[in-house]
């Protein structure tokens, strides 16, 4: 698929750059990130080259889409996300973490609807699902926020960090979706 970018006006998703390296690095030490992904720890520099190389091959090849993710206001790189289909099922799974000096500000929200238009619109998915540690409701609350309802607990559903973790999985369907952006049309059109 042809690399493109996702824009509203509080920030802009484009594919990840070479460019991006020094703030992935910056981002990514905040032990916040270490505790809610499994972004390794300690992060080595080369870390950030390899992570930027798979996203750009995965656009290539159409397995992945990684954006990374610039708030307009200041310019500044804010954190990553990413739709992973599974094309046989017509469904994808979602991915994110924004550096902590985002956080609270709505970004993550607004990054996740752009990308949910994407993966309805353009991807013509299904069903778009993603999952948190259940010691993180603040990505809940993005997922809530976005549209997405909560599915249910898996117990120790991931090895994190030498521990099993518990997962709290949300998902939105097409028809979801469609009567979403359905109702925010007829209040745009109301104002």
Known sequence: ???????????????????????????????????????????PPEAADEFIQR?????????????????????RFAGCMGIHPVSEHNRAEVGYWLGA????????????????QFGFETLKLNRVEAGHFDHNPASGRVMEKAGLRLEGLRRQYVMHREQYKDVLWYAILREDYAAQAATERKETAED
């Open 101 to 116: 000096p985002f956080w609270g500000r709505g970004l993550a929200t607004s990054a996740l609807r752009l990308l949910l």
């Open 1 to 43: 698929m042809k690399r493109l970018k996702l824009e509203n006006d509080r920030l802009m998703m484009r594919p990840l750059e070479a460019r991006d390296s020094g703030a992935i690095l910056e981002l990514v030490v905040a032990p916040e990130i270490a505790a809610n992904t499994f972004v390794p720890q300690p992060y």
């Open 55 to 75: 996203g750009r091959d995965s656009w290539r090849d159409d397995d992945a889409y990684v954006f990374g993710i610039i708030e307009k206001a200041s310019q």
